[in-house]
Each structure stands twice: as structure tokens, then as C-alpha cells.
């Protein structure tokens, strides 16, 4: 099993990212796919997440309006659109799998990626 974050990297505030997810080992159109984040010195927390059919959508509160979740399960990929990127936004993201529902706990997940940097400064 495998999932790979990319487009992570350095934005000055305001500006836009959107950060991939690529699965493999395991039946993607099964699981629901979430990205969290950790910034230094927090917690791990839920950021957004989609249902393995794609029609159940959850953002956190200090994302909503500004981030979107997407998923292409021909390409086992999922995405995350960051746009009017925020210096509290600075964090690692991770994207991580559960079978079937999301939910928001991250004990939850069954697999997670290595993480990508998101760096918004000016």
C-alpha cells in the first residue's frame, strides 16, 4: 500500500496550491480519502475529506469556503485545492485512507502518506 503527496512547497499568503494524493495496493473506489494536517508543536488535525462514492464531502471550519476536495478514481488520486492560502495554514499535509466512511478522527485511518510540506509566507 501506498499513497503519495505532492504539490506541497512555498506560497505567499493569498496565493493557491493544489496537492495530489496517489494511491495504490489497495482498492481505492472502496475507501473514503481525508487530508490532515500537522503544523510544529500540534496536533495532527482533519482538514477535509471525501466518501468512497464521492457524494459526502466534510471540510474543517477554518478551511471551508477556501479548500476543495476532489477525487478521479480512475486515477486513484485524490486532491486538495488550497486557494487564498493563509500563514496559519503552514503545516505538513498528509492525505489518508478508510475503508468505506469518513469520518474525522485521524485513529481512524487505516493508511496514511509521508507528507507534504505547505509554506505560506511572504
Known amino acids: 500500500v501506498q499513497l503519495v503527496e505532492s504539490g506541497g512547497g512555498l506560497v505567499q499568503p493569498g496565493g493557491s496550491l493544489r496537492l495530489s494524493c496517489a494511491a495504490s495496493?489497495?482498492?481505492?473506489?472502496?475507501?473514503?480519502m481525508s487530508w490532515f494536517r500537522q503544523a510544529p508543536g500540534k496536533e495532527r488535525e482533519f482538514v477535509a475529506g471525501?466518501?468512497?462514492?464521492?457524494?459526502?464531502?466534510y471540510y474543517a471550519d477554518s478551511v471551508k469556503g477556501r479548500f476543495t476536495i476532489s477525487r478521479d478514481n480512475a486515477k486513484n488520486t485524490v486532491y486538495l485545492q488550497m486557494n487564498s492560502l493563509k500563514p496559519e495554514d503552514t503545516a505538513v499535509y498528509y492525505c489518508a485512507a478508510r475503508y468505506k466512511f469518513l469520518v474525522t478522527g485521524s485513529q481512524n485511518y487505516d493508511y496514511w502518506g509521508q507528507g507534504t510540506q505547505v509554506t505560506v509566507s511572504s
Open positions: 471525501i466518501n468512497w462514492t464521492g457524494d459526502s464531502i
Open positions: 495496493g489497495f482498492t481505492f473506489d472502496d475507501f473514503a
